[in-house]
């Protein structure tokens, strides 16, 4: 689960999780923070990263876990370790903020991570179509776009069948490569 | 480390004195492997760490790496280092995803379709 910043990714992850969504923390050191200039500070600095996810037991020996992203994409060495073995992402927008799901696209995009973008409605609008955020993000013909409410289980649901169909379909056409 | 209150907690112990400083484990786990707890005799639990009997009562049902994290409140390295050397003493047993090249393979991600379409 990718997105903007309070677009809704921890309410999406709620929304089927069987159990309330948990927070795992990551601490990164001065070493590893490479933006945060450390050098004049005498002692050694840590910031903590949370990941919220979630868990879905779809079978007695078969559990999906939804790691939702942290916000910013400094903190983003922790998704680096998501990737191997992912199934795929899913990218929330809000269609007002698209510009803050670019960092996201870019990111699965160079991972070779199949993705999907959910639109996720107000109140059941949805301001733009999917023609609209398709021409926005620049996104190739074949990524999907979907609308999808993240408060909603049987949306969140179809939203993730869309992803595992599709990365399905994309292990078809292209073999293991995205 | 915060609550869903809001309110800050100290954790059970301190995280680098359970690890003995060493913040890499010998083996990289994923936030995502699985871990399970096997039978112990009621005596040989005296014999444990309080973080390894912790994990042990969480890993009766089986977990991820990232839940065991979040419930103990440790931090992600410090969880992958305990349940690495509890899985070298065969106090664990972990579960890892049948990967293809770092990528689920077709019978997972048809097994996932499936039980997502059950829910």
Not at chain 1, 36 to 51: C, I, Q, R, S
Not at chain 1, 100 to 115: G, H, K, W
Not at chain 2, 61 to 82: D, F, M, Q, Y
Request: glycine share 8%; hydrophobic share 45%; with cysteine.
């Amino acid at each position: 689960m990718a997105g903007g910043f309070g677009v809704g990714k921890t309410t999406f992850v709620g929304a089927v999780s069987e159990i309330l969504p948990l927070t795992t923390e990551a601490v990164m050191t001065d070493a590893s923070a490479g933006i945060d200039d450390l050098g004049l500070t005498p002692n050694k600095t840590t910031t903590t990263v949370a990941m919220d996810f979630g868990r879905l037991s779809l079978d007695q020996d078969l559990i999906l876990y939804l790691f939702g992203t942290p916000g910013q994409h400094r903190f983003w060495f922790m998704w680096d370790d998501l990737v191997r073995g992912a199934i795929g992402a899913v990218v929330l927008v809000d269609s007002r903020r698209l510009a803050d799901c670019f960092p996201a696209i870019d990111y699965f995009e160079e991972a070779q991570l199949p993705f999907l973008v959910a639109m996720n409605g107000w109140e059941g609008q949805f301001l733009h179509s999917e023609d609209e955020v398709r021409e926005a993000l620049s996104l190739p013909p074949h990524v999907p776009v979907v609308r999808t409410d993240a408060r909603s289980r049987d949306a969140v649901k179809s939203t993730l069948i869309s992803l595992v169909e599709y990365v399905l379909t994309v292990r078809a056409a292209y073999g293991r490569t995205y | 480390m915060r609550d869903r209150d809001g309110t800050e907690d100290e954790p059970l112990f301190r995280p680098y004195a359970v690890t003995g400083g060493r913040a890499e484990p010998r083996y990289h786990l994923a936030m995502e492997t699985l871990v399970s707890s096997v039978a112990l005799k009621s005596n040989d639990y005296s014999l444990l760490g309080p973080e390894q009997e912790s994990i042990m009562m969480l890993c009766r049902t089986v977990r991820s790496v990232a839940e065991i994290s979040a419930l103990l409140r440790v931090p992600l390295g410090v969880a992958r280092v305990l349940i690495a050397d509890m899985a070298d003493e065969g106090l664990v047993r972990l579960h890892m995803p049948q990967l293809n090249q770092g990528q689920p393979d077709l019978n997972l991600l048809e097994r996932v379709l499936s039980g997502l379409r059950r829910l």
